[in-house]
T-cell receptor, first 114, second 114 residues
């Protein structure tokens, strides 16, 4: 079974609008971390935001916020006020604290239009 | 502080040739990861090291692939002999133990085997 599921292969949004990228995860661990990375067309993997399973508040980093719903096992990325430069592939990942490795989803391609 | 450094950034080689990819992790990081990214398979973990010791190489596709970490600031991934199906982007990432343990990625090496 997939541990990280990103159901949206592609998303379109207009500049200045907010967009939510979905991510659901599967783990039996009580302690884990969730990550979002951005991969623009240039290819590098850029860390965006982290949420720990015991964090009571949703993580925020500038225009990025993580909508963490533990009971539903979802960790959606919300980008507010989209910019053209947000057009990229976005990956959700999980690290179970019994392991040192990340498991990545297949990614969502976001296109921001003027 | 410098990020993860990878070289070369691009490599084009002919089938059968030996390819060596290099990585310098972030100073002070004691974990180093090698990933491969393809359209078909997404991001795959190949191998990771802790304190220069290989911990899990179950992702290494076959004996043609080998990785070493002779010291804390240098790692290599070698493919010998290379095959066209090895064409991919190879990423190196590093992190250290802590609350988040975010993995920081290098810019990647784009490998094309003709």
């Amino acid at each position: 079974a997939q541990k990280i599921t990103q159901t949206q292969p592609g998303m379109f949004v207009q500049e200045k609008e907010a967009v939510t990228l979905d991510c659901t995860y599967d783990t039996s661990d009580q302690s884990y971390g969730l990550f979002w990375y951005k991969q623009p067309s240039s290819g590098e993997m850029i860390f965006l935001i982290y949420q720990g399973s015991y964090d009571e508040q949703n993580a925020t980093e500038g225009r990025y916020s993580l909508n963490f719903q533990k009971a539903r096992k979802s960790a959606n990325l919300v980008i507010s006020a989209s910019q053209l430069g947000d057009s990229a592939m976005y990956f959700c990942a999980m690290r179970e604290y019994t392991h040192s490795t990340l498991t990545f989803g297949k990614g969502t391609m976001l296109l921001v239009s003027p | 502080d410098a990020g993860v450094i990878q070289s070369p950034r691009h490599e084009v080689t002919e089938m059968g040739q030996e390819v060596t990819l290099r990585c310098k992790p972030i100073s002070g990081h004691d974990y180093l990861f090698w990933y491969r990214q393809t359209m078909m398979r997404g991001l795959e973990l190949l191998i990771y090291f802790n304190n220069n010791v290989p911990i899990d190489d179950s992702g290494m596709p076959e004996d043609r692939f080998s990785a070493k970490m002779p010291n804390a600031s240098f790692s290599t991934l070698k493919i010998q002999p290379s095959e066209p199906r090895d064409s991919a982007v190879y990423f190196c990432a590093s992190n250290t133990r802590g609350q988040e343990e975010t993995q920081y990625f290098g810019p990647g090496t784009r490998l094309l085997v003709l």
